[in-house]
């Protein structure tokens, strides 16, 4: 947060702190600005680590999840197959990563013709 500030730049808020403030306030001032700069940093880290905590919950229903995506890509066909079947061979192992490697291209057309529509 403050890498980027060097030690003139400090030296030259303590000066202006030292003028504005007084000479007699201003460790006080310094002691609260530091305490609340702790307290800021505190409350950050306990906001991170609350957060982490509920992350860890939602990994119960990322297993399920990903399984019905998984069989939605396959479509129907496949997915029954795999379901009624539990088809293991290489061939539906290979065709299972081809599926989670995203949607397949449509075949590419050279050109129209009339025996394509009847």
């Known amino acids: 947060m403050f890498s980027s500030i060097g030690w003139g730049e400090i030296f030259f808020i303590l000066i202006i702190g030292l003028i504005v403030i007084g000479p007699e306030r201003l460790p006080s001032v310094v002691e609260d600005v530091r305490a609340a700069i702790y307290a800021a940093k505190k409350a950050i880290n306990n906001a991170k680590a609350e957060l982490n905590g509920e992350l860890e919950e939602f990994d119960e229903f990322k297993k399920p999840i990903d399984t019905v ?50």
């Open 69 to 118: 995506s998984r069989y939605a890509a396959m479509g129907p066909k496949r997915a029954m197959a795999k379901v009624l079947f539990e088809d293991d061979t290489p061939a539906a192992q290979q065709q299972d990563e081809q599926v989670r490697s995203g949607p397949r291209k449509p075949p590419e057309r050279k050109g129209f013709s009339w025996e394509d529509v009847t």
